[in-house]
């Protein structure tokens, strides 16, 4: 409503003293409001500053324009070439390109959605001492994020909604992030409970995988290994746009690969398409949730039997058993909490938190040896957050291995037992995760293979 996308319904808005209601975004940013989407808004086949010119409402000539994109992406510490395809960039680079298309219109208020979610911790202090900057400078920023210690450390205010009401606000330097969570969800959070279990059997087996990613702007994987023991949790780290879809597909079996390179309890299965893998034991949850992990126009009863046939059998002499498929997806929803009238219901009429918690829970439900889920709580509240960690903390505790590909840190630290980071489509060689700091986690986001990261930072020291 803010940056005039959608009209209120009543109640008025006053932007510097004066009434404001936008009609369309170009109004917004005629009036000084820039915003900064969580899903960015470019095109990866043009350069930076042909998207830059996109965004604008009289766009300089190219050259000049160039100029002044470098100009004030070095004033704020982002640096940008202008000339650069959006699709080679990595993905805290394209978040420069939007900032810095916002930056040149010289805003008045800045709408941020959840920017740091595809940063790495050394990105994201770049992100804060920018934004800092500009705050000095007069510009007012509206700071949207369900990430509470960086709300703690930037925001001079804090308005907590739940459920569309405010029903808070308060200094967020003068709460804990558990307060203000529990502020969030309305109720006491407890973090997921890790029941301490020795190690099974090898489950997963992943060697020397390489493969080409089916995406013209995607990552390959290059040369990737990691073994992974019944009942533990592998999680995998590293700024969106890494590899991390590819290595998700790899697993399922969407992208084949050599017949080793990838064995579920010892048996080879590189070759095998995804219903064989499943039948084997390894079920798998994408990023992208509508589209990948749901068909929008579907009931969540068509979709609950689209991924689990093969393991619950589901379909006898080539017909579907509709009463136990209605059944399960009624299953699903009650275990999960997924807020919605019925099972009925066609999967793009859910909230994006909710068809979240319907295709994981999905998943989790069908009780596999191993799990590969991505993204497993994005866009999902503080409560279902821990309600998901703890169902896969519950599914290794009955023995399944679980490979838990994240951009939430903080997610991953605690559910993993062995952590890895993917870079450039390399994967880091897994570490225990106890003890492990975020900065050592950053650098191997960054990049710091098979590094010894306390001698990079020896280095590091030498350097400076």
């Known amino acids: 409503m803010i940056y005039g996308l959608v009209r209120p319904d009543s109640g008025r808005m006053l932007l510097r003293g004066a009434p404001y209601q936008p009609a369309k975004p170009s109004e917004a940013r005629q009036n000084g409001v ?42 704020y510490g982002l640096p940008l070439d202008p000339a650069k395809l959006v699709g080679d960039l990595s ?36 992100l804060f001492q920018t934004l800092r900057q500009l705050s000095a400078e007069g510009t007012a920023i509206l700071y949207i994020s369900h990430k509470l210690e960086e709300i703690r450390s930037l925001c001079d205010e804090a308005t907590i909604l739940r459920r569309g009401k405010v029903v808070a606000t308060c200094t967020p330097r003068d709460k804990t992030a558990r307060e203000l969570a529990e502020l969030m969800v309305g109720q006491v959070l407890t973090p997921p409970a890790k029941a301490p279990k020795p190690p099974g059997p090898v489950a997963l087996e992943v060697t020397g995988l390489s493969v080409a990613s089916p995406n013209p702007f995607g990552t390959a994987l290059k040369d990737v290994s990691f073994t992974l023991r019944q009942g533990e949790v592998l999680g995998i780290a590293g700024v969106a746009g890494n590899g991390q ?44 949730r509508l589209g990948h992990a749901a068909a929008p126009d579907m009931s969540l009863t068509e979709n609950a039997l689209l991924s689990s046939y093969v393991r619950k059998g589901f379909l006898k002499r080539g017909f579907i058993g509709w009463g136990a498929v ?25 909230s994006g938190g909710n068809l979240q918690k319907f295709v994981i829970g999905r998943e989790i439900l069908q009780e596999p040896s191993v799990i590969v889920v991505n993204q497993p709580t994005w866009g999902v509240d503080a409560a279902a957050a821990a309600a998901i ?44 995760a106890q003890g492990l700091t975020v900065d050592e986690i950053g650098l191997m986001m960054g990049g710091a293979h098979g590094m010894d990261v306390a001698h990079h930072h020896e280095q590091q020291g030498a350097s400076a």
Do not use: W, Y
């Not at 219903?275 to 798998?284: E, I, Q």
């Not at 275990?335 to 066609?346: C, E, L, Y």
């Open 389 to 432: 960690r703890q169902a896969l903390l519950d599914l290794a505790a009955r023995g399944a291995a679980v490979v838990a590909i994240s951009q939430d840190l903080d997610e991953l630290v605690e559910i993993s037992d062995s952590f890895a980071a993917l870079n450039e489509g390399r994967m880091t060689r897994p570490r225990p």
């Open 34 to 75: 820039a915003m900064v989407f969580q899903h960015f808004s470019l095109f990866e086949a043009l350069n930076v500053a042909e998207n830059v010119a996109l965004g604008m409402e009289n766009p300089p000539p190219m050259r000049e324009l160039a100029e002044r994109i470098r100009a004030v992406s070095q004033e």
């Open 91 to 126: 993905a805290g680079e394209r978040q420069r390109v939007e900032i810095i298309r916002c930056l040149l219109q010289d805003p008045k208020l800045l709408i941020m959605d959840e920017p740091t979610s595809v940063l790495t911790p050394q990105e994201v202090g770049i």
């Open 326 to 350: 209605e059944e399960f997806a009624q299953g699903i929803i009650k275990a999960f909490d997924v807020r919605t009238p019925g099972s009925h219901v066609a999967a793009r009429a859910l």
């Open 245 to 288: 879809d590819e290595l998700l597909l790899a697993m399922s079996g969407e992208i084949l690969s050599p017949e080793a390179a990838v064995k579920i309890a010892g048996q080879p299965v590189g070759r095998l398409g995804p219903n064989a893998r499943r039948a084997l034991g390894l079920v798998a949850a994408p990023e992208e």
